[in-house]
């Protein structure tokens, strides 16, 4: 056993919570994906290579596979680059309205999936505004022109910019404003600084968000089903398909896992390139970051443009949504709005059935546990596998990736065969038809992107701070909970409300999982608006689109926006405080906030 | 602050236990006095017929908690939760399934008191595990206003792929997991049952679904046929009936159904008691209540379906009936599909789906 074992094996606290987590890695992790997986791949008890040579001999699947990992490294450029322009323009620029630019940026934080690529073909698509306006200029023009490969990564660079958003905003503020200072005295150039000062700091958040864009370009569904045309198809659906056949698992099983081995290559290679560089500021007293005057005036109206630009194709969409979702569904189709098209009609049916909000209450109230509970494990989590690196802790990181390898299909079926029987590992009890058994696959679910996130921000914090705290005397959990929650607090607001957002319309766990008397509302939406109804109900799909942005908008404020006002407010107490501790609390205040919805 | 948290962890977590010790099975057997409450998964039970068949059978006595949910995804979680049901009864599906879901042993043997009165052929006749209630047929439906007279649109599926004139001019499914879409595949490979072909087809059964995909349109996610029709995008697809009406009214566009020598596919939905629930007897009576002559004439009129019950067919809904009725029904050796479908689903997904 190696010095950091042994340090770790000394703390308490570490070897109370290490063997609960261990305890749930093997319990939800690890053994219902073994009992799934034995069935799927040795159903009478010896194994078969069946898959390999069915996907292998497939055109389809190598063609769609192929699809799939380039659309991932066009994305990990592509998002990369207009996510660090749009964090760059709202919070490092002095730009003009940088508050209005991040409000259409975050446009992306409140919806997505196939309502966002409807929300792109309003604007892009046959009938699309873009597309007629465009007609009128080049009459010979294809109505079809957005299509294709090209279309799927433009769609899913613009909606996937979330993340960036959210993350490398709050590893931004970590830069200390005195080393920008410092290289602006001796000389360097904006472009200098930018490189050389503020990406290094950005760079373990930057590398994680990597890992999360790849690994949606590799699962992308939506957009290249509607958009990709016949040349430009992914595996997901096909994976999707599989998963639902019981003789068909073992293709599905095999597929996920090609992709889920491809992150955690990366994932790997990234790790690496991050281990031993410095990612915080070295003077001995940080102080926040102002905002950078561009003194280039040509620069300065580039800048300006392209803001304003992507600000507008960020916003059009998900307005179009909201008006579209007003109107019928040939509306819709046709893409044609005239005065007569407007109507109450679609709102009145979601709304006036009495069983309706429940379904809202129920996903709310699934999504406020799972993310309280997974951001409050994973803090602690987080920080041990960053603190002590040994083979446990690698593997034990390792195995909590598991939710990335498999389907969700998949695991939410594991759960419940192994669980619809009484297990010692749960106290003889059955969990198939609890409430508890969906809350136990959501956090399972969420807990990979949360321990990445905060994973990465842990590497951004000094290690000098928690020995300073050390030598004053101030015990481990003193110094965790006064010295660096606050500073991880940010990140933990974040993830929490990314994981809430995510969790309200999820159907694919829920619907193996559900109690019949706990309906989520991805099930309620999916009921409403399945093409197999009697009439075609597009419209639907957009009114509970409509309504998620608002419910989802709201768990942004409650981080967001409720934050910046109680930092306004801070800043005037204290104009010229600056040290770390207290410039966080006031972030720290808003851990408190995620939490209210949770007494819905 | 740090209260804030405590609390907030401490309220989340005894919320978490207290409400995730309660299974429905557990709850439901405590009282013994109210009527117990059946858990019955469907794939039928939306556009309001969950909440009219809730409504009337509250007045018939019975409590019910519907699970409303698709097709494929009813079998998948009946089977995994096969050791522990939280089922009672499951209705809705078609043959193909529930045939698959007594091959699992899923469900029960039970005679409902108007077997009498139903084709018991079109159901489980040699295991009597589940029972006929609805049926409906699966089209070919085209743009009248595409064609300027009637013999020039398609007859039958085959003439999509056989007739340089359809080529690129119909909707072909791009997701396999529809009932619907299943239903026209099985059609269509029926056609050509070879014991020695491969999956039971023979090569031109598979040549013929190959060229039916590869002069198809894909369907595209989110925009339904009859959208893709009144845009001029295609001029035929597949609908299943209680679907066509409507559809014509909110696209404004007139379509008309082929009406294939060989028949086309019909759909039976099927209702089947669940193996292993606590309240069979209660169960039970519900599937007498159901399929009874009353209720199923009563579900005709208010959604038009065809009941499989004969006593029911007299106070139907006439339309639908005679709708129906117009069609012939194709022999399909439906033991055959069910054995096969899977498979041949996988095969379509991995070398001829066109998108």
Redo the contacts between chains.
């Keep these: 056993m190696n010095g950091s074992a042994r340090r770790m094996l000394r703390s308490p606290l570490v070897l109370v919570t290490g063997a609960v987590l261990l305890w749930f890695v093997f319990a939800f992790l690890v053994f219902p994906n073994l009992v799934m997986l034995r069935e799927i791949f040795f159903p009478d008890g010896s194994f078969s290579t069946r898959a390999f040579a069915?996907?292998w001999s497939?055109?389809?699947?190598r063609a769609s596979l192929r699809n799939s990992f380039l659309l991932a490294a066009v994305l990990s450029v592509t998002v990369n680059v207009v996510g660090v322009f749009i964090v760059l323009a709202t919070r490092y620029f002095a730009l003009r309205g940088a508050r209005l630019l991040w409000l259409g940026y975050a446009t992306t934080l409140v919806y997505g999936g196939?309502v966002a690529?409807?929300g792109y073909t309003f604007v892009y698509g046959?009938?699309g505004f873009a597309t007629r306006l465009l007609l009128d200029i080049f009459p010979g023009m294809d109505p079809a022109w957005f299509s294709g490969g090209p279309a799927v990564a433009v769609v899913m660079t613009l909606t996937g910019t979330s993340h960036h958003l959210l993350f490398l905003t709050s590893a931004l503020a970590r830069v200390d404003h005195q080393t920008v200072e410092a290289a602006q005295q001796l000389g360097a150039s904006s472009w200098r600084i930018l490189r050389q000062v503020v990406l290094p700091v950005l760079k373990p958040t930057l590398f994680a968000v990597t890992v999360l864009t790849f690994l949606g370009g590799l699962t992308a569904f939506?957009a290249p089903?509607?958009l990709?045309?016949?040349d430009f198809?992914t595996i997901t659906?096909?994976i999707?398909?599989?998963a639902?056949?019981?003789?068909?698992r073992d293709?599905a099983a095999t597929l996920a896992v090609v992709l889920g081995v491809a992150t955690l290559i990366l994932l790997t290679v990234l790790n690496r390139m991050q281990a031993g560089g410095t990612y915080f500021s070295v003077s001995k007293v940080p102080s926040a970051l102002r905002r950078q005057r561009i003194t280039n005036p040509v620069a300065n109206a580039v800048v300006h443009v392209l803001a304003y630009a992507l600000f507008a194709v960020y916003l059009i969409p998900p307005l179009l949504i909201v008006v579209f979702s007003f109107t019928?569904?040939?509306t819709?189709?046709?893409g044609r709005i005239t005065p007569g098209s407007f109507t109450l009609a679609n709102y009145r049916q979601v709304l006036t059935?009495a069983a309706s909000s429940w379904p809202f209450v129920v996903s709310i109230g699934y999504a406020?546990?799972t993310a309280?509970?997974v951001i409050?494990l994973m803090l602690f989590v987080a920080r041990v596998l960053q603190k002590y690196v040994n083979p446990v802790t690698v593997a034990v990181e390792y195995l909590l990736h598991i939710p990335w390898m498999l389907p969700s299909t998949l695991t939410a079926?594991g759960l419940?065969?192994t669980y619809?029987?009484p297990r010692a590992m749960v106290g003889d009890?059955?969990l198939?038809?609890?409430?508890?058994l969906l809350?136990i696959a959501y956090i399972a679910a969420k807990i990979p992107i949360t321990l990445r996130m905060l994973k990465a921000t842990y590497a951004g914090i000094p290690d000098n701070l928690e020995e300073a705290a050390t030598l004053l005397g101030a015990s481990g959990p003193h110094t965790f909970?006064r010295v660096l929650l606050p500073l991880v607090l940010p990140t933990a607001a974040a993830v929490s409300a990314l994981n809430f957002n995510s969790l309200l319309d999820d159907y694919d766990t829920s619907?193996?999982l559900?109690?019949?008397?706990y309906?989520p509302l991805g099930?309620a939406i999916?009921?409403?608006t399945?093409?197999?109804?009697?009439?075609?109900n597009?419209a639907l799909?957009l009114v509970y689109a409509v309504l998620l942005m608002a419910v989802s908008g709201l768990a942004m404020w409650f981080v967001y926006g409720r934050r910046a006002a109680s930092r306004r407010t801070a800043r005037r107490d204290r104009p010229s405080t600056a040290h770390p501790t207290s410039a966080a609390d006031a972030d720290?205040?808003s851990?408190?906030r995620p939490?209210p919805t949770?007494?819905h | 602050m740090r209260k804030t948290i405590t609390a907030a962890v401490a309220v989340l977590a005894t919320g978490l236990i207290a409400t995730g010790c309660t299974s429905p099975s557990t709850t439901a057997t405590a009282g013994t006095d109210a009527p117990e409450t059946l858990v019955v998964y469907s794939n039928s039970v939306s556009d309001g017929r969950g909440d009219w068949l809730k409504k009337e059978a509250d007045i018939a006595g019975f409590k019910l908690r519907l699970v409303d949910l698709g097709g494929g995804d009813i079998r998948n979680r009946l089977l995994a939760e096969k050791a522990n049901p939280i089922a009672d009864v499951t209705f809705g599906l078609n043959n193909v399934y529930f045939e698959s879901l007594k091959k699992a042993k899923v469900l029960d043997a039970y005679t409902p008191s108007w077997a009498g009165k139903v084709d018991a052929s079109a159901g489980d006749e040699a295991g009597k595990e589940y029972w006929p209630i609805v049926r409906e047929p699966v089209m070919l439906v085209y743009n009248k206003a595409a064609y300027t007279k009637p013999d020039q649109a398609p007859s039958d599926w085959p003439d999509l792929w056989t007739k340089k004139q359809f080529a690129k001019r119909y909707e072909v499914p791009s997701d396999l997991g529809g009932a619907t879409t299943q239903m026209v595949l099985a059609g269509i490979l029926s056609r050509y049952r070879d014991d020695k072909g491969d999956l039971g087809v023979s090569q031109a059964g598979w040549d013929a679904v190959k060229a039916y995909f590869q002069d198809g349109v894909p369907a595209v996610p989110g925009t339904d046929l009859y959208a893709q029709i009144a845009a001029g995008k295609v001029d035929a697809g597949q609908m299943w009936l209680a679907g066509k009406a409507t559809r014509e009214q909110q696209y404004k566009v007139s379509t008309e159904a082929a009406h294939p020598k060989t028949g086309v596919p019909m759909v039976v939905q099927q209702v089947g008691l669940v193996k292993g629930t606590k309240k069979s007897a209660e169960a039970k009576k519900f599937i007498d209540w159901f399929g009874s002559a009353k209720v199923q004439a009563a579900w005709s009129k208010q959604f038009q379906t065809v009941p499989t019950n004969k006593d029911a067919l007299a106070q139907a809904d006439p339309a639908a009936v005679s709708a129906t009725d117009s069609f012939t029904e194709q022999a399909i050796d439906w033991a055959f599909v069910a054995q096969h479908l899977d498979q041949w689903i996988e095969k379509i997904e991995l070398d001829y789906l066109a998108n």
């Excluded at chain 1, 639902?244 to 068909?248: K, V």
């Excluded at chain 1, 559900?514 to 008397?517: E, G, R």
């Excluded at chain 1, 399945?530 to 075609?536: N, Q, V």
Aim: proline letters at 4%; glycine letters at 6%; hydrophobic letters at 45%.
């Design positions: 069915k996907l497939s055109d389809r699947a196939v690529v409807s046959e009938h939506a089903q509607v990709g045309g016949r198809q659906p096909m999707l398909t599989f639902g056949i019981p003789s068909s293709l019928n569904a040939s819709i189709a046709s059935d406020a546990v309280s509970v409050v079926l419940v065969i619809s029987v009890t059955v198939t038809g609890t409430l508890a809350a909970r619907v193996f559900a109690h019949p008397l309906e099930i999916q009921n409403a399945r093409s197999e109804g009697t009439s075609d597009t799909t720290a205040a851990l408190t939490t949770a007494s």
